[in-house]
């Protein structure tokens, strides 16, 4: 009887338990939703919703800015990078470069503690969505400002929160890299430190080299010119797919032609050593030309797959943003110049593989100069090899870009550069390591 | 115009008035109809369950397609149409493929004994009940298909839950049914209906204690029927992946749901035309509502009204209680719902009884179990203010968000 009273009573229980359920979800029905419709349905910006002191995007208003460069030195990650020069009038300094890499900032708020006019501070903004990464690098300087001067008794102006920040932050999420680029990349700066003078100068000298080397193209001395370059072409293998007829043939037919002229010499490179090099170097002895080669040349004029492995000579013009009057390419010079294989135009693109074991390890490897005036984009510019066939393996659209990101800090892979191999890499290596040091010693 | 109107009514003789083509004109005419009615309700539903479901859980729902969100089923169906029709390598594809339609078939059928006035309805089969509880059963038959030929471990388990569930079931069902069955001495809907009064305390469900129980008892066997939460265990997603449809994705899954949610249409029905008085309106007698064509609409709108406010509990059940286990889905069955079922029967003939005996009782018990439903009605309202009022909440009587 017992069960049968708990039987009765579980029946009991569940109807009860279910009306009561019911009678709670039913009241949710003449309830308000605590929905946010974020973000278009919001009563008001989800901004003013967020707590007071929410640690949101930092900004920093750089007219109050006293450029003592505490924040740069408590960043535990190195968000903030500060530069500072001295004034055009020769007075005092300015900021010349503010930048706060937002994608790397972990809000920990040390920044806007040591400040001491709140010229750091965190906003209530948070919406800094970007398809790409390097559009979170926020550049608070246009003009160079000179420092804000503390004064005794008056508390520097505070804009409204956000204000500035908004003005900075690219809103379109998906906005290119090339706008941005555009807009807050220094372009490429007047060649080389010194008067403009003796700029033209170098550039006349430059100019007049440049001549001198087209004059020279096409002679056999234009090969002696060149020490690295192996003398005679290197014995070219036969395709695969040929067959042993053609080549009968071919030979055949170079028997009736007269022996074709020596072997061109390969395209001479612009990034040429600088004339003193030039002139010490000892003009290696004409290659010869070994008889077999005829045939080789012979086979080449006749067939049409030949053209693929022969390429006609022409000037390569390196390109790409180095500034060659200013800086020669870092070539080292006591080794054999052939090793700077990424240099010359190649039939096939080496692949990574081949370029990093072709440049030389570090008995060749030549130390960046020390150049503390010229800015960091530059040198670190001149690190690259700035080679025309590069295929982007950084992912950044032009070397300049990806020295900007490295010089900025927002990019820590210095390695990326494919052209540039290993030796680039340790150049561009060595530059940062100085930076870091040198730029926080700088603060005078 | 005034054939029709007779055709309504119910006095056309198709053998005398039309030549026969016309006849299965009509009979396609009201398949398109039912098909469609019964598309579009399937679908809105969808949107509108969300949007309940939201609102019980303190938030929104679906609020962005169209206003209100309206539109969401429509964008929802889209998307299902651009869906790829996969058919997994290792399934049996001729049963993996036809397997929805059992489905969707086994509910559709039930459109067409479903009476919405004395003359609108599809057939007046004189073994409805019967035929709708043979036709859902196909449902089974299309679930246990799509399980098995999906030949992957979690949709046969949905598959074999689902069958097992379902043929347990059927036994409350047909008991529940047949307590109603026995007051109205007939199978058939609309005699059910025509059993019935106007007014709630002429229900079918205030009519004994009987059938007051065996309403409760074929609301919670008809869901557990319909694999509707708390008995969807066959589609349990937190133990089966998604149970017996795992496999499917595009259109075809979409079918099973279309039929799970039309399910809901059919329950409401059913509900309504047994227990609740169907189409009849409160003081109207059937020859009279037969001979007017207006009286007709409201009824039908009536027992629309009737259903879907079923519709509504069905939904608002979903969303209050969690999902049952295996065992105790069958303790439920086997052990509540079956003994009372068989006890009700014999209350029920026994009722019979005093219905001749004491017409002055049971007309007195009649009201008194009216009484109590408005009573339990009016008791949910009231705790659903006292859980806001002492939730410290107010009240908010906006709906659309």
């Known amino acids: 009887m017992a069960d049968f009273g708990q039987y009765l009573a579980n029946i009991k229980n569940s109807a009860v338990s279910i009306f009561e359920g019911m009678a709670v979800t039913f009241s949710w029905m003449f309830r308000r939703p605590t929905t946010i419709q974020y973000p278009d349905r919001s009563e008001k910006p989800v901004r003013d919703m967020i ?39 020769g007075k005092g300094r300015v900021i010349k470069r503010f930048d706060i890499d937002v994608s790397k900032c972990m809000y920990c708020g040390f920044c806007t503690e040591v400040c001491p006019t709140n010229a750091m501070r965190h906003t209530h903004e948070f919406e800094g969505c970007s398809r790409d990464i390097r559009n979170l690098v926020l550049h608070f300087v246009d003009e160079p400002v000179p420092p804000y001067k503390l004064q005794k008794d008056v508390t520097p102006p505070t804009p409204p929160l956000g204000e500035i920040l908004r003005t900075r932050v690219l809103r379109k999420w998906d906005a290119s890299y090339r706008a941005w680029e555009s807009k807050y990349v220094p372009p490429p700066p007047a060649p080389g430190g010194g008067s403009a003078e003796a700029q033209k100068g170098k550039e006349k000298k430059a100019e007049a080299q440049k001549a001198e080397e087209k004059k020279a193209e096409g002679t056999v001395e234009a090969a002696a010119e060149q020490p690295s370059r192996p003398a005679a072409p290197e014995p070219l293998p036969v395709p695969e797919g040929i067959r042993a007829g053609d080549i009968l043939e071919a030979v055949e037919k170079a028997k009736s032609i007269p022996p074709a002229k020596a072997p061109e010499s390969p395209a001479p490179v612009v990034a040429v050593p600088p004339p003193e090099e030039k002139a010490a170097a000892p003009a290696p002895p004409e290659p010869e030309v070994p008889p077999k080669d005829h045939v080789v040349e012979a086979i080449h004029e006749e067939q049409p797959w030949t053209k693929q492995l022969v390429k006609t000579p022409e000037p390569e013009v390196v390109h790409g943003n180095v ?8 070539v080292p010079e006591t080794t054999d110049r052939s090793a700077a294989v990424d240099m010359e135009p190649k039939a096939e693109k080496p692949s990574r593989r081949e370029v990093q074991e072709a440049v030389p390890e570090k008995p060749g490897f030549v130390p960046p100069p020390d150049e503390p005036d010229r800015p960091m984009l530059d040198r670190v510019l001149a690190a690259m090899p700035g080679v025309a066939d590069c295929e982007g393996f950084c992912g950044y659209p032009s070397c300049r870009g990806y020295a900007n990101a490295l010089s900025s800090g927002g990019e820590f892979e210095h390695d990326l550069c494919d052209r540039g191999g290993k030796g680039s890499a340790d150049r561009i290596a060595l530059l940062l390591r100085k930076m870091k040091k040198k730029e926080t010693v700088k603060t005078e | ?30 398949g398109v109809f039912a098909v469609t009615f019964a598309s579009l309700f399937a679908g809105i539903t969808s949107w509108y369950e969300r949007r309940v479901a939201g609102r019980m859980q303190c938030r929104i729902g679906p609020n962005r397609v169209g206003p209100q969100g309206v539109l969401q089923w429509l964008a929802d169906g889209f998307k299902a149409f651009l869906k790829e029709d996969l058919v997994p390598k290792e399934a049996d594809g001729i049963l993996y493929r036809i397997a929805p339609y059992p489905v969707f078939v086994g509910v559709f059928c039930t459109w067409v004994i479903l009476p919405y006035a004395p003359a609108v309805v599809g057939a007046d089969l004189n073994v409805g009940v019967v035929f709708l509880m043979a036709i859902t059963a196909l449902v089974v038959a299309g679930i246990i298909m799509g399980g098995w030929a999906s030949n992957s471990k979690w949709a046969l388990l949905g598959g074999v839950r689902s069958a097992a569930q379902m043929v347990s079931y059927e036994i409350p069902v047909g008991f529940a049914l047949l307590t109603a069955v026995i007051p109205a001495g007939t199978l058939s809907l609309q005699g059910i209906i025509a059993a019935q009064g106007g007014a709630p305390w002429n229900w079918m469900v205030f009519h004994s204690p009987a059938t007051f129980i065996a309403f409760f008892v074929y609301f919670t066997a008809a869901l557990a029927e319909g694999n509707r939460t708390p008995f969807d265990l066959p589609e349990a997603e937190s133990e089966l992946v998604a149970g017996y449809n795992t496999e499917y994705s595009g259109m075809r899954f979409i079918w099973f749901f279309f039929a799970e949610w039309a399910n809901l249409y059919v329950i409401g029905a ?27 609409f409201a009824g039908a709108c009536l027992f629309v009204l009737k259903a879907l406010v079923l519709v509504n509990v069905i939904i608002w059940l979903r969303w209050t209680l969690p999902r049952l286990r295996v065992d105790q889905l069958m303790i439920m069955c086997w052990k509540y719902l079956v003994p009372a079922g068989m006890v009700l029967v014999v209350v029920a003939v026994f009722w019979v009884f005093v219905e001749r005996g004491m017409p002055g009782f049971a007309r007195w018990v009649a009201f008194l179990l009216c009484a109590t439903g408005f009573f339990l009605v009016g008791l949910m309202f009231w705790r659903a203010w006292y859980n806001i009022k002492y939730g410290g909440d107010r009240l908010y009587l906006k709906f659309m968000v």
Do not use: H, N
Request: net charge negative.
């Open chain 2, 1 to 30: 115009m005034s054939e029709l109107f007779t055709f309504i009514q119910g006095r056309w003789d198709p053998a005398v008035t039309y030549p026969q083509i016309v006849w299965p004109a009509l009979v396609v005419a009201y």
């Open chain 1, 51 to 89: 707590p007071e002191r929410s640690r949101g995007v930092l900004e920093v208003d750089v007219k109050t800015c006293i450029g003592d460069l505490q924040c740069q030195r408590v960043c535990p990650i190195g968000v903030i990078l500060i530069e500072m020069d001295k004034a055009p009038d």
């Open chain 2, 270 to 296: 059913v509900v309504a035309a047994v227990f609740l008085g169907g189409w009849r309106l409160p003081g109207v007698g059937i020859e009279q509502q037969a001979a007017s064509l207006w009286l007709q």
């Open chain 1, 323 to 330: 500034d060659l009057t200013a800086e020669p390419l870092r």
